[in-house]
């Protein structure tokens, strides 16, 4: 009878599911496996799955303890906290600030912060809390992945500003790394301002569009593809259409005139005539806009065995 109980009592108790494993199978069973939690484990796994699976865990929110709780609830009210990991990897080349080099940290407490993902939103966070717009810029340089993001949300309160306060300001944050930022205020400032001398420069800004009319035109470039190294600049204050910026004026000039076409009419025709042009960049352009425009035009058979890997991919839509 001993030997019984004995081998009774060395049974271990039945493991409970991993809610974490759960969560991507039966995301209902796993928020029940996370309330029988007590309060510092159910945290700790609504914490995990932020950092690893964050859709649909605005209803976990609710579970966790108040630090827990508040970071849940700004991921979802704060969407660019899990798109910039999806979007924005660390080898993309999406329009952004360029990192940190301070001195004197303007944010020690955000730096201070567990988590490369809260120092980031921190900066970004103080950066919109900032009346000044040089002090926002330097901060906004902090939110590394998101850093286009935040030079956006603390410009829009002044796309209608004076451009000389908003220039110098620009200036004094960014030098000569600003100048994506100076084309963003011209265009979301022209967008709200009707002011002919607010046209020249948006049209000089932006280099190609000649005062034609923006259309909306979700972008297919968010994300880099290997290789496709080239800076880029925003075309309107979505900030989200982006174009290659290049040194050279004339081949900047062809690939400006490519993405002014595709906001504005959108002729397959003015794609298909530079689709042999001697430059990668140009052709790579035109794979990637023609495959949006006109995605059966016979152009793209050909741009889709390009000896330049890089246009051959967007040609074929990869």
């Known amino acids: 009878m001993l030997g019984l109980?004995?081998?009774?009592a060395a049974v271990p108790e039945p493991v409970s599911p991993d809610p974490i494993a759960v969560w991507g199978e039966d995301p209902d069973a796993a928020r029940s496996l996370i309330e029988a939690l007590p309060i510092g484990e159910r945290s700790l796994v609504v914490m995990r799955l932020l950092d690893t699976s964050p859709d649909g865990t605005d209803t976990l929110c609710a579970l966790a303890d108040e630090v827990v709780r508040a970071r849940c609830e700004r991921v979802h009210e704060r969407p660019h906290l899990t798109e910039k990991d999806r979007r924005n990897p660390d080898d993309s080349t999406l329009w952004r600030l360029p990192p940190p080099d301070w001195t004197v940290d303007p944010a020690p407490s955000c730096s201070a912060?567990?988590?490369e993902k809260w120092v980031q939103d921190c900066y970004f966070e103080t950066?919109?809390?900032t009346g000044d717009l040089a002090r926002a810029l330097t901060l906004c340089r902090g939110a590394r992945a998101t850093s286009g993001q935040c030079a956006s949300h603390?410009?829009?309160?002044?796309?209608t500003a004076d451009a000389?306060?908003?220039l110098a300001a620009i200036d004094e944050a960014l030098g000569e790394a600003g100048e994506p930022v100076v084309a963003l205020y011209w265009i979301g400032h022209v967008e709200r301002v009707d002011d002919e001398a607010a046209q020249i420069q948006f049209r000089n800004s932006s280099g190609a569009l000649s005062g034609r009319p923006l259309r909306e035109a979700p972008p297919a470039w968010r994300r880099a593809l290997p290789g496709e190294d080239w800076s880029r600049t925003p075309l309107h204050s979505s900030r989200a259409d982006v174009r290659p910026q290049l040194e050279d004026p004339e081949l900047d000039r062809a690939v400006a005139e490519l993405f002014a076409e595709y906001v504005t009419t959108a002729d397959p025709g003015v794609f298909v005539a530079q689709a042999d042009h001697p430059s990668a960049v140009v052709r790579w352009s035109v794979a990637l806009l023609l495959a949006q425009v006109d995605p059966g035009h016979p152009a793209l058979e050909i741009l889709a065995v390009d000896e330049d890997p890089r246009v051959a991919r967007r040609a074929q839509r990869i």
Not at 5 to 8: D, G, I, S, T
Not at 154 to 159: A, D, S
Request: glycine share 10%; hydrophobic share 60%.
């Open 5 to 8: 109980w004995l081998a009774c």
């Open 113 to 115: 912060l567990e988590g």
């Open 127 to 129: 950066a919109e809390a």
């Open 154 to 159: 603390v410009l829009m309160p002044r796309w």
């Open 164 to 166: 000389g306060e908003v």
